[in-house]
């Protein structure tokens, strides 16, 4: 019998990619979206597919959780709001999105009986830790509404498991990128908007001096850890959170000279655009880098692309569609 996946934020970077690959795999998938930062275009070439459904709702609506629910088999969970500088800028609506829709998702998942609850967990849970690689079990405290959030989710995670006996597994991810990340708007992720911008030959502006780090991952890795974690029928394997990483770092530095030598192959002008620094942004992680051992040792997780990998097939994907250059 055929299996049924609802993937929350569907219409996202990450969930569109999930939804692609599940179709891909044979399931019928469930896409609910409230298209507040997913996109249509992310899910035409589903539309018409048999086995897609679209549900245009929001995860702050109980009845619309309980609805996309019905009668699914897996639940991916990717739908918040993202971004450390919205949530210092509005932590009211991130709050409302990230804590109270993730609540109604858990209650209603709940409620219809779904096999297991996977959930976008995040890397910003860390806080200000500064043991290096990130642990699971060794985390700091927040430094941002956001982290506050993600960090809420897995508390919420683990007494739904407890009390209720559901199956819920979080995944930690760190710095995601990849083809459809969006590249517009004031929260667009660093490399995205710095590919659009040296694309226009416009200078980037780096945070600080550059030398903070990120276990920045590909998006092949987080659809891998999402299937494997959706799957396993290990029972050790399932109510725990795994990083959701590469398990190295690359300075911010490091990232954007890399981008210009593999756009720099597409237009050789780029290689001549110079990266300008600002002040460090409030609520950064100075360094981020995962162990990845749990995920290695009780999914069989292996990454299949390195950041240089990614990277140049991310800036083939962005140079083949961003044609307004």
Request: proline share 4%; hydrophobic share 35%; charged share 25%.
């Amino acid at each position: 019998m055929q299996k049924k996946i609802l993937i929350t934020g569907g219409a996202g970077f990450i969930g569109s990619n999930l939804c692609d690959h599940f179709i891909g795999k044979g399931y019928k998938v469930t896409c609910l979206d409230n298209f507040a930062t997913g996109h249509r275009h992310n899910l035409s070439q589903l539309m018409e597919h048999p086995n897609f459904t679209l549900i245009e709702g929001d995860i702050r609506d109980a009845e619309t959780c309980h609805r996309a629910c019905e009668r699914q088999d897996y639940v991916l969970h990717q739908a918040a709001l993202g971004s450390v500088p919205r949530s210092i800028n509005d932590p009211v609506t991130s709050n409302d999105v990230n804590v109270g829709g993730f609540l109604n998702m858990l209650v209603a998942a709940r409620d219809a009986k779904v096999k297991r609850f996977v959930y976008a967990a995040s890397s910003s849970t860390y806080g200000d830790s500064k043991s290096l690689p990130k642990v699971e079990d060794v985390i700091g405290k927040p430094l941002s509404p956001y982290a506050i959030t993600k960090y809420v989710n897995e508390l919420y995670a683990d007494i739904f498991s407890k009390t209720y006996g559901m199956e819920c597994i979080g995944l930690r991810y760190f710095n995601v990128f990849g083809r459809r990340q969006d590249p517009n708007g004031a929260y667009a992720a660093v490399i995205p908007k710095f590919v659009i911008q040296l694309m226009k030959y416009e200078s980037p502006t780096i945070n600080g001096d550059g030398d903070y780090s990120r276990d920045f991952t590909y998006i092949d890795n987080v659809i891998q850890m999402n299937e494997r974690a959706m799957l396993t029928e290990d029972s050790k394997a399932v109510n725990t959170v795994y990083n959701t990483a590469v398990g190295d770092r690359t300075t911010i530095k490091d990232m954007a000279n890399l981008l210009k030598e593999y756009l720099s192959i597409f237009d050789s002008k780029i290689a001549e655009v110079e990266i300008q620094h600002g002040p460090v942004r409030v609520g950064d992680v100075p360094h981020s880098k995962a162990s990845i051992e749990k995920a290695t040792e009780l999914l069989s997780y292996q990454p299949s692309h390195d950041f240089a990998a990614g990277l140049k097939e991310a800036v083939r994907w962005y140079w083949k569609n961003l044609t307004e250059k």
